[in-house]
């Protein structure tokens, strides 16, 4: 037997042996065992390179698959705003995710981030035996008993959209979304270069302390104390309501009309920001608006100069990544784990909103499926 020969064989059973003991086998593997075959046989890198360029790694290419096999698991996705039309998208990412892999979903939570409701819709979800739990974790406390019994009973849990800080105790698996924190005082950086002179800004949030919108809001007061010279700011709580966030972001700018600039920390009230700089023109005075997230209404803001710019966190892929993440999980009886993914993606502006605004079920403006 020539020694490519013998080498292939060696390599093979290395590959063999750590498939069998549960460790992920790829081409990271498969170089790794290379390696180690090469050096007992005395092949040189050239001979190395010479039998990964075929051989194992044709063989492999070659081998037929009829690919990952669909399941009938059933996940809970806990949301705190369950009608917000942030979550369109990440509806539809959810639905292709559970068609790619035969599984099935129940949309549940709080219409209105009451974290009481949302540890119930956890507790039910346990007792009905669920497959896998995706919630947005907008509490630093208040889910830790729920997941832990839901890890205790053999249900992974994956946080989506909004994550508890770090150091806590919290049994979530993975979290699926922007670094918050991050997020809100980079953003402020791109905005406080906007601003035409000093002067006060106006800092909204839908509801203070909630862990999905209170880190931008830190990441922007931050900013400004680092980088904003001269800026100071007020913090308006417009409420989860997007009628109320309206007539307060109004209310503070008529009482404020020296305002300098309206940045949001959510979609809804950076949508109401984006409303109200529209109605009153405040792009053409000078004023600075921007925030986060694709409401269409905000990118047709943008398009028509009201807003400045807006933060894209791939909601789309906030449904689709747990769906993933659990399924494979269960698939391979945990030894697939899911891991934290940050979906952060660009800031939207008028130079590229018209990739944005067309028909797409990625961005949540069309249901139809993609072709």
Known sequence: MSAKNIWEDSVADQIEGKEGSGVQSGPALN??????????????VAGLGAGLSGGVGSALAETPTTGLPK?????????????????TPTLYGIQDACAAFGCSYQWTGSQKNVVSEMVSAMQTAIAQKADGIAVCLVDPKAFDAATAAASAAGIPVVAFNADVPTGSPNKRLSYIGQPLYESGYNSALKWLKLLPKKGKVML???????????????????AIKDHGEGVTYDVVNTGPDPATEI????????????????FGTGGSDTYACGFVANKYGLAKG????AGFDLFPQTLDFIKKGDVAFTTDQQAYLQGFLPVQQMYLYKLSD???GPANSDTSQAYVTKDNVD??????RFEGRSSDEPK
């Open 355 to 360: 990739a944005y605004v067309g028909q797409t």
């Open 334 to 336: 945990g030894l697939v």
């Open 71 to 87: 399941k009938d698991y059933k996940f809970f996705f806990v949301c705190h705003v369950t009608l917000d039309q942030f979550f």
């Open 204 to 222: 909204s949030i839908g509801v203070p302390g909630s862990l999905n919108t209170q880190p931008r809001m830190d990441g922007y007061i931050q």
């Open 286 to 289: 000078g004023a600075v608006v």
């Open 31 to 44: 170089r790794r065992a290379a390696f180690a075959a090469a050096a007992k046989l005395g092949i040189g």
């Open 247 to 262: 007539s307060r972001v109004e209310s503070y700018y008529l009482s404020h009309k020296d305002v300098i600039g309206m």
